[in-house]
Every structure is written in C-alpha cells, then in structure tokens.
C-alpha cells in the first residue's frame, strides 16, 4: 500500500464530517467511541507482538540493545517508551534506545522535512546500531521514508528488524522480518494519527518493554525490584517492595535500602540471607543480577 489516499490512517471518518458543529461533550463522547476500537485492534496482534518480544529478549540476553526509529508522533513514542526503561527496570540508559528523525530537537519542535528522508534514517542506523542490535520501525502509516531507510539498512547489515505500523499489508511490514499491524481505522480529526494510532502504538510499546524486561528477571512477583530510587516517591516504593518481599518492618527495610545504596535486589539478599552489602553483590552476580532466580533457591 503506497498511495496516501488508500491508507485507512489518512481517510475520513464518516462519523465526524460534521466536527466544527459538534458540543464538547459530542467531540469527547466520539473520541472515547473511538478510542474503544483501539484494544480489542491491538488483541489481534498479540501473536505479532509476541514474536517481537521473544526476538528482543534473546537479543538483550546476548548483550544487543532495541533501537526505535519513528518520526513525528511515532517517534517521540518511541524515545518516551525507551526513556521509562532506566529508572522503571534499573537498566543501562542504552539498553532501550529511542531515535527520531531530526533529532532530539524534534521530540519539541517540527523539523520540516526530516521524515522525508530515507538516506537519514540508514544514516542513523550506522551512527548508532551495530549488528548484535535489533531495529523497531514505528510508523502509523507505514511507509515513512526516514523510517523504511532505517529499517533497510539495518537488514542489509543482518540486523533484526520490526516494524508497527497502523495500516494492513503496508511497505513497512512488507520490508521487516517482524511486522506488528495495529489497524484501528480512520482518525476522527482526519489524518491526526496522535489519537488512536497514537494509542494504538503506546499500548504496544508498553507490551514490548515490559514483557521484555520481565523475561530478563528485571521485575518479580509483580514488583519493580529494579526500579531506581531517584526521587521520593520511587524511594519509598522501594521500601515498600522490600517489605512486602522480606516481611521486615519499614525502619528495616528503609536501614537496607540505605545500606544497599537504594538497590532493593541488594536489600532483599542482605535481608534474606543475612549478608553484607559486598557479599550481596556476589550473591546476585552469579545470577547475572536476576532476583526471580535466586528466589527460586530462596523460597
């Protein structure tokens, strides 16, 4: 599907032609009608989602990082979900790598022309990726040049590739080893693909990281036991997982936490096991830092 006019992403809703005439309440009561085709779009892909998903963990277990490469709406999607991963998982700040056509400035401003551009797009896949990497296109229509010469490039550098796209049978899909197809139909402002291929996209994006960063034993239970205690809200959050995991108190917990450098991996061996800091560290290391499988020797 090459023609902009055939893309469901660029039609018109029949059921908002009349927009301008509407009251607030029939704009949002239409948008939320709208916004209710999204889930039940994104449940068929699952199977779709899920090879993407065992395909990044493998990468991620052989030392690879994900890259998103996306333009406009789609990319700042893209740099927002990777962004989350660091202080959500613990993990490093290039493990998840969001990257826009234009640039950073782009994630604020416009940058006219930059989406066009398929020779940027390969250009910034060889800046960036290399070949233990795997590559995600994000875009709603399907066949952003920035994006379609990302995703070239990298399969011409053997890179796994994938592709989210919210149109069926699209030039992206067709140019990937892993096309994910949200189709959630025209947008109720023509054209604006921010509403429900917007959702559509971040719904799927969550699946991909999350479900990613579960496999890899970033989360246990279901209890971000890697989160990164940088703020106040996120310290006590992390007291209160140790808590929960241990059965300590909070003066406890809260002692472990400091103790453990705001690591709550650290905190809970210490706590369970009645180990120093130091030797807590060796402990978790020799499961290369995943709680889930050292809790199965634990419990």
Request: proline share 4%.
């Amino acid at each position: 599907m090459t023609d902009v006019n055939d893309m469901n992403t660029e039609m018109r809703n029949v059921k908002s032609e009349q927009l301008h005439q509407f009251s607030t309440l029939e704009i949002i009561e239409l948008m939320n009608e709208e916004d209710q085709r999204v889930p039940s779009v994104v449940k068929a892909a699952l199977p779709q989602v899920q090879k993407v998903i065992d395909q990044a963990v493998e990468i991620m277990k052989s030392g690879g990082r994900l890259f998103y490469f996306g333009a406009g709406t789609s990319g700042r999607l893209g740099v927002l979900d990777a962004s989350e991963c660091p202080p959500t998982f613990g993990v490093p700040h290039d493990l998840v790598n969001g990257i826009i056509a234009g640039g950073d400035r782009a994630l604020r401003f416009p940058i006219e022309g930059a989406e066009d551009s398929a020779e940027a797009g390969a250009a910034d896949v060889h800046k960036h990726v290399t070949r233990k990497d795997m590559v995600i296109g994000i875009a709603s229509s399907g066949r952003t040049p920035y994006v379609l010469g990302a995703v070239n490039a990298a399969s011409n550098l053997g890179i796994p590739t994938a592709g989210i796209a919210c149109n069926t049978g699209s030039l992206l899909s067709q140019k990937v080893i892993y096309p994910i197809e949200v189709p959630v139909g025209p947008e109720v402002v023509t054209g604006s693909t921010r509403l429900k291929a917007g959702t559509a996209q971040k719904m799927v994006l969550n699946m991909i990281t999350t479900a990613s960063m579960i496999k890899l034993g970033k989360v246990y239970r279901n209890l971000m036991v890697n989160v990164q205690a940088s703020n106040e809200k996120l310290r006590k959050r992390a007291v209160s997982i140790i808590q929960e995991i241990t059965g300590v108190d909070e003066v406890e917990a809260s002692r472990a936490s400091e103790k453990a450098g705001g690591d709550v991996r650290v905190a809970i061996v210490m706590l369970l096991l009645g180990v120093n800091v130091e030797e807590a560290k060796v402990v978790l290391e020799k499961k290369n830092g995943n709680l889930a499988e050292l809790m199965r020797d634990v419990e």
